[in-house]
């Protein structure tokens, strides 16, 4: 379960592990009980949430592990179907990932829109079914090179972010994570430098909130993904903008990702 109140507060970061299509059923219960005997081996870790986002397929497995351990690493998944039963075949919707106890749900990741053809309408579909399900979307945006390139990255950012937030319910802006993860970065071994990845972050924060105006009810947390290592993972989190990290490759491994998530202060 998650205390919305302290998780949104900007010094609370958020490590979240994003497996892919990568580790069976019985490697993620392997994977998983070296992330929880690496973090009980760290003690007590303040100020930051851990979650991990094994298939669909390995879910019901880890989530028996993180409870039997009586881990406080929350259980998420990679994506959903927004509604909640029918048919769909091959589809899961988040009224079935909220029965496993999963707290946060991947939308809208940029393989999911250049493989799969998702666009902003129905990332917003989906994390408005994740909110309805009391659970956290965490919504992908992020540029291609081509943008970078070209110097429109923010106007097309701005427009993901617009576009999703101007029309989200008000359950939806007050449980909102964004993760700014440009195509660029992701899987490339390229990251962001901290300045990209402020600058990025800033800039959705700022969007968001002229967008809905600062409630009350208003929280927004905002990730950093793409080439998150051992290497770069402090420096990146050196500027409280940075509300965590979405990471994919690194994330595989249980002793790199306990050590990214040690790199919180
Ligand atoms: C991702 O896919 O969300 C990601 C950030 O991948 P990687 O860390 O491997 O770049």
Redesign the pocket.
């Known amino acids: 379960m998650i205390d919305k109140e302290q998780f949104f507060l900007p010094s609370h970061r958020l490590i979240a592990g ?1 497996w ?1 299509m990568n580790h069976n059923h019985l490697e993620a219960i392997q994977v998983t009980r070296k992330i929880c005997l690496r973090l009980l081996e760290k003690g007590e870790l303040s100020n930051r949430s851990v979650s991990i986002h094994p298939s669909f397929i390995a879910l019901r497995s880890v989530q028996t592990v993180l409870e039997s351990e009586g881990s406080s690493v929350l259980l998420g998944a990679q994506n959903c179907f927004y509604e909640p039963q029918g048919a769909f075949t091959g589809e899961v919707s988040a009224t079935m990932l909220s029965k496993l106890n999963v707290s946060l749900v ?1 939308v809208g ?3 999911r829109r250049t493989l799969f053809g998702e666009d902003d309408q129905l990332v917003l579909l989906k994390a408005k079914s994740v909110v309805a399900n009391n659970m956290i979307p965490i919504i ?1 945006v992020g540029e291609s090179s081509q943008e970078r390139n070209d110097g429109s990255y923010k106007e097309f950012v701005t427009k993901q972010v617009i576009s999703i937030v101007e029309a989200a319910p008000k359950e939806l802006l007050s449980n909102l994570i964004i ?1 700014y ?1 440009p195509i660029w ?4 071994g390229i990251s962001a430098s901290l300045d990209q990845a402020v600058e990025a972050c800033e800039l959705i924060k700022e969007a968001t909130t002229r967008a809905v105006g600062a409630t009350k009810e208003f929280n927004l947390k905002v990730l950093y ?5 051992t290497n770069n993972a402090t420096d990146l989190l050196s500027h409280e903008s940075v509300g965590g990290f ?6 595989l491994d249980p002793d790199s990702f306990v050590e990214i998530v040690s790199s919180v202060r």
Do not use: F, Q, R, W
């Open positions: 994003n892919k991947i990741h940029s393989e992908c993760a993860e970065a992701i899987g490339t993904g793409g080439s998150v290592n979405l990471v994919g490759g690194a994330s």
